[in-house]
């Protein structure tokens, strides 16, 4: 499985951004994917996930209300369309895929990682 992270950039306090990453693997639908950040001088912090046809999703608490994953599994593709940015929000947001049903919050739930894309937010 490989995943390719876009949409990152620099926004505002208050401002949105829509963050894609396209998966090249055989069927997608096989896969859990989510998303984790990790800012600077802090360890990896999972932020969302979403089940295998998107009919569960999870949230951190850091983000709930603010923040809305979603796939495509047409397009091979999961996005996570944040709101109401903060400047805690800036990070590497890196995207994540798996297949088993774990749905974890640990690094180690989650098998294959992509490149990851900046957001910086300010304020």
């Known amino acids: 499985v490989q995943l390719q992270a876009s949409g990152g950039g620099l926004v505002q306090a208050g401002g949105s951004l829509r963050l894609s990453c396209a998966a090249s693997?055989?069927?997608?639908?096989?896969?859990?994917m989510g998303w984790f950040r990790q800012a600077p001088g802090k360890e990896r912090e999972f932020v969302s996930a979403i089940t295998r046809v998107g009919a569960n999703t999870y949230y951190a608490d850091s983000v709930k209300g603010r923040v809305t994953i979603s796939r495509d599994n047409a397009k091979n593709t999961v996005y996570l369309q944040m709101n109401s940015l903060k400047p805690e929000d800036t990070a590497v947001y890196y995207c994540?895929?798996?297949?088993?049903?774990?749905?974890?919050?640990?690094?180690?739930?989650?098998?294959?990682w992509g490149q990851g894309t900046q957001v910086t937010v300010s304020s």
């Open positions: 994540v895929a798996d297949p088993r049903n774990l749905y974890g919050p640990r690094p180690r739930d989650w098998n294959y």
């Open positions: 693997v055989r069927t997608f639908s096989s896969v859990g």
